[in-house]
């Protein structure tokens, strides 16, 4: 298994923001701690975003103008934004090779539309390299298992019949999305103070829809705020749940890959370490 990461997601911050660099530094210096293995990232290039979102997007990141209270204008986050893009794209070439990979970088990114950012996300990630995939691979699933409904992936892929969207979320929560299911895009929305049995017992007939749906690459928006001591949530799953959940999505036998979204509390790196031992 290999972590694809690099130090340069740790130098933009803005103050009091949840989205922090200290959450993926603490995960960083965990999981290194533990022995796992980091390979950096390339950053993407325009054509990548542009195969998602519009010109009018991309202009706007680029240029810096535009103003969203979630999602910090700040200096030089068009370069981390194409950096963690890129981080995606890589470890789905990864995955295409026959190895899971994971990327935690920041920002994340399933919050960001077609021509809209927001929800802490200027480009989207995972959606972005699930679409460069689509030039090797005939079907791909993305399994969204971050607290919030990826309403920006879904905005990405719905119609789009060699993409299955998948998502477990809480609702109701921000963005107040993915009440229910359409065409591709099918969603479990989820009560506050979901438990661990709930939770597994729904993601074991969500994985069933995408056995049936038969893809040849599995991309996971791998949000950690289900964790029950996520300041931003209200979901009830203990660090131990992780590692089920890895290994339900492991059962499947489909190439993957994962990309970080949400997760704000200082246990992220044990979450994650125990997702990647059930999932490896």
Known sequence: MKIIFSPQCLKYENPGHPESPLRVKLAYQFLKQKGLTFIEPAPCKEEDVLAVHSQGLLDAVQSGQFSDADTPNLKGIF?????????AIQAQERALKGENAFSLMRPPG???GKDTLGGFCYF????????????KVKKGAILDLDCHHGNGTQDIFLGNERVLYVSLHQSPLYPGTGLESEENCLNY???AGTDGKRYLATLAQALKNIKAFDPELLGISLGFDTYREDPLTNFGLEIAAYRDIGALIKELSIAG???LEGGYSQR????????????E
């Open 110 to 112: 399933h919050h960001a």
């Open 79 to 87: 370069e981390h934004a194409s950096l963690a893009a890129g981080s």
């Open 124 to 135: 989207n990630n995972i959606a972005i390299a699930m679409k460069k995939a689509l030039k």
């Open 268 to 279: 992220l790196g044990e979450c994650i370490l125990e997702f990647l031992s059930g999932w």
């Open 257 to 259: 890959f994962g990309v």
């Open 189 to 191: 929305p989820l009560p």
